[in-house]
C-alpha cells in the first residue's frame, strides 16, 4: 500500500506562479486519489476497500475508520440482497458514491442431534442468563479502534475437517435454530487455537451457550471470536500475534463433539470466516 501523499507534487506557497509543464502531456493521476471497491461481493464477505488518505467514508448509516493510508473495511450481511452504497467524501470536498452487487448464496439446512436438550429450550431462568451472557459478547464487539489486524492475511485458527457452514439454518434436535454464525472445523480435544491474525482479547468467558469463548478484535469493527474452547490461554486486555496460541479445541456449552466454531464480525454483521481465508489466497 502506498502512505499518504505518495506521488503528490507540492505548489510553492509564496513568490511567482509556478511556470506550465514543458509538456502537454497528461499528468496521471495519484495512485492516491483513487476509489477502489469490488464490483461484487458475495453475502457474509469481508469487504476492504481504498480511498483517498483523509477522505471520510459512510456505509449503512455508519461511519467508517480510515487507515492513514486510506482502507477501509465493512461486511456483508448473510441476508443483504444489495446493491450495497459507500458514500467517499474526498478530503478536497468532492463527493462520490459506488454501488456493489451482492450476489446471493444457497443457504442448505443443517441438522445437528444429540446436543443437550436444556441448551435448545432452556427453562427461563437459564433464557435470561443466556440473554445476559450474549449482552456482554456483543458490547465487546462494538469496539472500533485503529488498530489493522484486520488488514494482515488471516490463516487457519487450526486444521480439520469442516464440519458446519457458516450461514446455513440450524435444527437443533429437530428444533429449528438460527443460522449457523460462523465455521466449525473438526479437531481433536486440546488441539492449540492459534490467532488467525494480530490482535486485542476482548472478552473471556465460559458461557451457557457456547462454552469457553474467546474474542479478538482485529480492528475497525472487526472480530474473531471463538466458541466451545477447553482452554483458553489469554486474558482480557492481552494483545496477541498471528499465529499465538490462544486456547484449545473442546466440547464445552452447546456441542456434540470436539471442534472449534470460528466466527467473524463487522461490529454487529456476522460475516464468514471462510470467504475472508478465501480473499488472502
Known amino acids: 500500500m502506498l502512505a499518504a501523499g505518495a506521488g503528490t507534487n507540492l505548489a510553492v506557497a509564496h513568490g511567482e506562479p509556478m511556470p506550465p509543464p514543458a509538456t502537454s502531456a497528461p499528468v496521471a493521476p ?19 476497500g481504498k480511498v483517498p488518505a483523509g477522505s471520510q467514508v459512510r456505509y449503512a448509516g455508519r461511519d467508517l475508520r480510515v487507515t492513514s493510508y486510506g482502507t477501509v473495511a465493512f461486511g456483508i450481511a448473510r441476508d443483504e440482497a444489495g446493491p450495497v452504497r459507500v458514500e467517499v467524501a474526498r478530503p478536497d470536498g468532492q463527493r462520490e458514491t459506488r454501488a456493489i452487487a451482492v450476489m446471493p448464496r444457497d443457504w442448505p439446512i443443517e441438522r445437528v442431534n444429540g446436543v443437550p436438550a436444556k441448551t435448545v429450550q432452556p427453562p427461563p431462568a437459564i ?5 445476559r451472557e450474549q449482552a456482554r459478547v456483543s458490547a465487546a464487539r462494538a469496539r472500533d479502534d485503529a488498530r489493522t489486524g484486520f488488514t494482515e492475511t488471516f490463516s487457519w485458527p487450526v486444521r480439520g475437517r469442516i464440519s458446519g457452514r457458516f450461514g446455513n439454518q440450524r435444527i437443533y434436535n429437530g428444533t429449528p435454530g438460527s443460522a449457523h454464525s460462523g ?11 492459534m490467532a488467525p491474525a494480530s490482535g486485542l482479547v476482548t ?11 474467546l474474542l479478538l478484535d482485529h480492528g475497525h469493527g472487526i472480530s474473531s471470536n471463538f466458541l466451545h474452547l477447553s482452554r483458553m490461554d489469554v486474558k482480557v486486555g492481552d494483545t496477541v500475534r498471528q499465529g499465538d496460541v490462544i486456547g484449545a479445541v473442546g ?6 463433539g470436539p471442534h472449534l466454531h470460528w466466527g467473524m464480525n463487522w461490529l454487529d454483521v456476522r460475516i464468514d470466516p471462510l470467504l475472508v481465508l478465501e480473499r488472502s489466497k
Open 30 to 48: 495519484s495512485a492516491d486519489s483513487r476509489v477502489v471497491f469490488p464490483d461484487s461481493v458475495s453475502q457474509g464477505s469481508l469487504v476492504i
Open 127 to 131: 433464557a435470561e442468563r443466556i440473554a
Open 183 to 193: 465455521m466449525d472445523i473438526a479437531a481433536a480435544n486440546g488441539t492449540p487455537v
Open 203 to 213: 472478552f473471556v468467558g465460559d458461557l451457557y451457550l457456547t462454552g469457553g469463548t
Open 251 to 256: 466440547a464445552t456449552g452447546r456441542a456434540t
